[in-house]
Structure formats: C-alpha cells, structure tokens
Nanobody, 118 residues
C-alpha cells in the first residue's frame, strides 16, 4: 500500500520561501511519477509541479514557473517542493501525489496547508 505524508506547510508573508516535503512508503519514488497539487478554498484542485505523463520530464503550472522547484531524493524516498517568492494567491492545501508511468496520479497524501499573507 503506497502512502504519502506531506510536511512543511505554514503561515508566511509574501515574498518568503517554504519547502514542502513528501515522504513516500510502499514504493520507491524513482519507480513512479510524483507530483504536487494544490487546492485553494472554493477552488478545484490544480496541478502545480511534477513528472510528466512519461515520467521523463518535469512540468510546472505557469503561475509558479521560476518560483517553484520540485526535486526528489531517491535514497531517502522523498520528494520536495521548494517554493520561493510566495504570493497570497499561492495560499492553498498542498498535496503530494504518485502514479504509475502513463497513468493518472492516483495516490494522495493528506495535504499540508500553506498560507501566504500580504
């Protein structure tokens, strides 16, 4: 059973940085594609950053390009989302997700809340 646990969220001011972490168990992150999604209050969940369908590249939501960076540590089975220059519109619950190559993301963590004050 694959399990994902996020951490690292918090309340920060605009312009600050945060790093979200995702600890994976039940599979190795290097064998599946990993990604980050977010859901703001009253809005649908959206893809933020992560492996593409083939698992060969990383894609980003346009509004976070140049500010967010996703990375992984295969030895620790961890995935990270480095978020710089945070904006109030980045406020959301952030979720780590996993999925098989060429399949939709189908495993989710419990989420970690990020609040960016102006």
């Amino acid at each position: 059973q694959v399990q994902l646990v996020e951490s690292g969220g918090g309340l920060v001011q605009a312009g600050a940085s945060l790093t979200l972490s995702c600890a994976a168990s039940g599979h190795t992150v290097r064998t599946v594609r990993m990604g980050w999604f977010r859901q703001a209050p009253g809005k649908e969940r959206e893809f933020v950053a992560g492996d593409t369908w083939s698992g060969e590249n990383i894609s980003y939501l346009d509004s976070v390009k140049g500010r967010f960076t996703v990375s992984r540590d295969d030895a620790k089975n961890m995935v990270y989302l480095q978020m710089n220059s945070l904006k109030p519109e980045d406020t959301a619950n952030y979720y780590c997700a996993a999925g098989r190559i060429y399949f939709p993301y189908d495993t989710w963590g419990q989420g970690t809340q990020v609040i960016v004050s102006s």
